[in-house]
């Protein structure tokens, strides 16, 4: 599958942004979707997850009632809707794709290009 993240911009500390990641193919369906994220100088980190058919969501603690992520299987996209954006949100943010459970950084074998976000304070 091919991926495609888009939405990243430059927003004000206590703003919004939604990111979405548009897929190819036909069976978006079959995959467990992630959001990571690339600060400068530090390593990937996961984000959010979700299951192949919305039902179940796993964020990591630091975004934790802020993210939000869902998915439109119609539609081929992921969402990451982002409130309450912190300065220490700035990174590129990279959608992924998982074929298994999706639990860790290795499950996720195909990657978009990245979209940066930028938050001031």
């Known amino acids: 599958v091919q991926l495609q993240a888009s939405g990243g911009g430059l927003v004000q500390a206590g703003g919004s942004l939604r990111l979405s990641c548009a897929a190819s193919g036909r069976t978006f369906s079959s995959y467990v979707m992630g959001w990571f994220r690339q600060a400068p100088g530090k390593e990937r980190e996961f984000v959010a997850r979700i299951g192949r058919s919305g039902e179940n969501t796993y964020y990591a603690d630091s975004v934790k009632g802020r993210f939000t992520i869902s998915r439109d299987n119609a539609k081929n996209t992921v969402y990451l809707q982002m409130n309450s954006l912190k300065p220490e949100d700035t990174a590129v943010y990279y959608c992924?794709?998982?074929?298994?459970?999706?639990?860790?950084?290795?499950?996720?074998?195909?990657w978009g290009q990245g979209t940066q976000v930028t938050v001031s304070s």
């Open positions: 992924a794709a998982s074929t298994g459970l999706g639990l860790s950084f290795r499950d996720f074998g195909s």
